[in-house]
């Protein structure tokens, strides 16, 4: 179902106009500043928000939510964290969206936009009326698969109507967790943007970025007439353009093997092990690890202040990408605090181009 969540994201858009408001969602509308100051009133602002009113800390109004995700309160699925922050790019072109989509499910989902915001921004506003569709028709057909070739169709199509040329180079990771009745956790993903999870204290990466550097990805890139050029900071580029070997848009590139099939996994949650789940944009995965990650949480006091403690911490080590974070609690938060481990300053210094 994880699968069909991404696959579906731009086959119905004509129907999502109508029925997308009908959704719990909470979705990024406006670009947030990238200072310590806003971000600490932010922090300073949701303490004083009931549990699941948080879900509206970025938001002018506040945002009602069904009863259902009231009564979740005691299990903290409702209280939600959240924060995207404009680093020092020209435009913010990261995209997430929060929605409860019937009772028992909820998506969560990071979208790292490259090339305009086009693709982000659609995926992000339709993303929660293709699954709730996807999920109905996965309890029809279970044995239902599918990829996302019909996405990128489906974007061409909008492309050449459109008439803008420039769309052909627009295109965004996507990763997107499903939730479903508090036990089953699917993840699925294109691109470099990753989803962590809090096991015991531990962080599990449920995520594999699809760049270059993969050899199954280079491989198929290369069987397909496309080719890898390496910058001068060694860092791989499919037909020396894109960053990633698995997208949805990207149309130009899509003839040499740049593909938006996802990886998809599936977690049978314990909730007195499994204390959070993290999905993040590259602007903080490139310049933290995924434990660094994990050990940031568990030190915060609430979800709402761990996505922007971890968005300030990105922003510290050097990121100039926007951060964005999605935090979202499980039964053990909070039972496996622990300190940050001392890093020497030298690994620092080398780790993942942080200092430059």
């Given at each position: 179902?994880?699968?069909?969540?991404?696959?579906?994201?731009?086959?119905?858009?004509?129907?999502?106009?109508?029925?997308?408001?009908?959704?719990?969602?909470?979705?990024?509308?406006?670009?947030?500043?990238?200072?310590?100051?806003s971000n600490g009133a932010a922090v300073a602002r949701q303490?004083?928000?009931?549990?699941?009113?948080?879900?509206?800390?970025?938001?002018?109004?506040?945002?009602?939510?069904?009863?259902?995700?009231?009564?979740?309160?005691?299990?903290?699925?409702?209280?939600?964290?959240?924060?995207?922050?404009?680093?020092?790019?020209?435009?913010?072109?990261?995209?997430?969206?929060?929605?409860?989509?019937?009772?028992?499910?909820?998506?969560?989902?990071?979208?790292?936009?490259?090339?305009?915001?086009?693709?982000?921004?659609?995926?992000?506003?339709?993303?929660?009326?293709?699954?709730?569709?996807?999920?109905?028709?996965?309890?029809?057909?279970?044995?239902?698969?599918?990829?996302?070739?019909?996405?990128?169709?489906?974007?061409?199509?909008?492309v050449c109507d459109s008439g803008k040329g420039a769309l052909?180079?627009?295109?965004?990771?996507?990763?997107?967790?499903?939730?479903?009745?508090?036990?089953?956790?699917?993840?699925?993903?294109?691109?470099?943007?990753?989803?962590?999870?809090?096991?015991?204290?531990?962080?599990?990466?449920?995520?594999?970025?699809?760049?270059?550097?993969?050899?199954?990805?280079?491989?198929?890139?290369?069987?397909?007439?496309?080719?890898?050029?390496?910058?001068?900071?060694?860092?791989?580029?499919?037909?020396?353009?894109?960053?990633?070997?698995?997208?949805?848009?990207?149309?130009?590139?899509?003839?040499?093997?740049?593909?938006?099939?996802?990886?998809?996994?599936?977690?049978?949650?314990?909730?007195?092990?499994?204390?959070?789940?993290?999905?993040?944009?590259?602007?903080?995965?490139?310049?933290?690890?995924?434990?660094?990650?994990?050990?940031?949480?568990?030190?915060?006091?609430?979800?709402?202040?761990?996505?922007?403690?971890?968005?300030?911490?990105?922003?510290?080590?050097?990121?100039?990408?926007?951060?964005?974070?999605?935090?979202?609690?499980?039964?053990?938060?909070?039972?496996?605090?622990?300190?940050?481990?001392?890093?020497?300053?030298?690994?620092?210094?080398?780790?993942?181009?942080?200092?430059?």
């Open positions: 179902m994880a699968t069909l969540a991404i696959a579906l994201v731009c086959r119905y858009h004509g129907a999502a106009a109508a029925k997308v408001a009908k959704l719990t969602c909470i979705q990024q509308k406006s670009y947030l500043s990238s200072s310590a100051k303490k004083h928000l009931a549990p699941w009113d948080r879900f509206g800390i970025w938001l002018n109004d506040p945002v009602v939510l069904p009863p259902r995700v009231a009564n979740l309160q005691s299990k903290k699925v409702a209280n939600i964290g959240y924060a995207s922050q404009i680093g020092k790019r020209r435009d913010n072109e990261d995209r997430f969206s929060i929605a409860e989509l019937s009772d028992g499910l909820f998506c969560f989902a990071v979208f790292d936009g490259h090339g305009g915001t086009d693709a982000a921004e659609f995926c992000s506003r339709y993303i929660g009326h293709y699954i709730q569709y996807a999920s109905i028709y996965f309890l029809i057909v279970p044995e239902f698969s599918t990829n996302l070739g019909a996405t990128d169709s489906d974007f061409m199509q909008d052909f180079t627009s295109g965004t990771t996507a990763t997107v967790a499903l939730l479903k009745e508090e036990s089953l956790l699917m993840v699925a993903n294109v691109g470099d943007s990753p989803a962590i999870l809090c096991h015991e204290g531990k962080a599990e990466q449920l995520t594999e970025d699809h760049t270059p550097r993969r050899r199954d990805e280079r491989k198929r890139i290369k069987e397909c007439g496309g080719f890898i050029d390496w910058s001068c900071a060694t860092n791989p580029y499919v037909n020396g353009r894109l960053a990633m070997t698995r997208s949805i848009g990207d149309v130009d590139l899509k003839p040499y093997g740049v593909t938006a099939q996802p990886e998809v996994k599936t977690v049978e949650l314990q909730h007195m092990k499994d204390c959070f789940l993290v999905l993040t944009t590259d602007g903080v995965s490139a310049f933290m690890e995924a434990q660094e990650v994990c050990d940031v949480v568990k030190r915060c006091q609430d979800p709402s202040e761990a996505a922007a403690v971890i968005n300030e911490q990105a922003l510290q080590y050097g990121s100039h990408d926007n951060v964005t974070t999605i935090v979202v609690p499980f039964g053990a938060w909070g039972k496996y605090s622990t300190s940050l481990t001392c890093t020497s300053f030298g690994r620092m210094m080398v780790a993942g181009s942080r200092w430059h």
